[in-house]
Antibody, heavy 121, light 107 residues
Framework: EMQLVESGGGLVKPGGSLRLSCAAS????????MNWVRQAPGKGLEWVSS????????YYADSVKGRFNISRDNAKNLLFLQMNSLRAEDTAVYYC??????????????WGQGTRVTVSS | SYELTQPPSVSVSSGQTANITCSGD??????ACWYQQRPGQSPVLVIY???RRPSGIPERFSGSNSGNTATLTISGTQAMDEADYYC??????????FGGGTKLTVL
């Protein structure tokens, strides 16, 4: 069974940093693009970042560019999101999600259960 | 940047057909997909590549995409279909774009 399990969320002060992790199992992690999507409280879904299967291509939403870094460890089936210079508007549940095949990111399936990030003083 | 527009809410009587629309410039030229998100749960893919259903998704879910509008159709809507639905597309400049979401209420 395919599974994605996020961790690393928590409460952080504005300007602080946090590193999220996503542990993948049940599929060949190294052959799929991976993605982060967030959802602010009571709001819709917002794409954050994507990384190709080998990490050679990386994309960010304008709202996080220059502050967030996506990376992956294919040997350990792990996806990461390093979040720096955090702002109140980064408060959200962060989901990791798998791309459909190869390095394409046309849709996401499955999604993890999410990890909550709260940025507040 | 590319934008997708959905109605905030749609209501449907139990057993009837619900149509949820998603509008964007030349959306028909892109792949559209749809996610269902029940309260407190993670999103689940219900339609991809405009019309295709992942395994395990009931046949009552179908999709179409032409011109500027993609549509998610739920036939014989059931109480368990009450959820938020999000459309999503890939754009070469904006990469991944989500619609604002539609809350489906089953009466």
């Amino acid at each position: 069974e395919m599974q994605l399990v996020e961790s690393g969320g928590g409460l952080v002060k504005p300007g602080g940093s946090l590193r999220l992790s996503c542990a993948a199992s049940g599929f060949t992690f190294s052959s799929r693009a991976m993605n982060w999507v967030r959802q602010a409280p009571g709001k819709g879904l917002e794409w954050v970042s994507s990384i190709s299967s080998r990490g050679s291509s990386i994309y960010y939403a304008d709202s996080v560019k220059g502050r967030f870094n996506i990376s992956r460890d294919n040997a350990k089936n792990l996806l990461f999101l390093q979040m720096n210079s955090l702002r109140a508007e980064d408060t959200a549940v962060y989901y990791c999600a798998r791309g459909p095949y190869g390095d394409y990111i046309y849709w996401f399936d499955p999604w993890g259960q999410g990890t909550r990030v709260t940025v507040s003083s | 940047s590319y934008e997708l527009t959905q109605p905030p809410s749609v209501s449907v009587s139990s057993g009837q057909t619900a149509n949820i629309t998603c509008s964007g410039d030349n959306l028909g030229d892109k792949y559209a997909c749809w996610y269902q998100q029940r309260p407190g749960q993670s999103p689940v893919l219900v339609i991809y590549q405009d019309t295709r259903r992942p395994s395990g998704i009931p046949e009552r879910f179908s999709g179409s995409n032409s011109g500027n509008t993609a549509t998610l159709t739920i036939s014989g809507t059931q109480a368990m279909d009450e959820a938020d639905y999000y459309c999503q597309a890939w754009d070469s400049s904006s990469h991944i774009v989500f619609g604002g979401g539609t809350k489906l209420t089953v009466l």
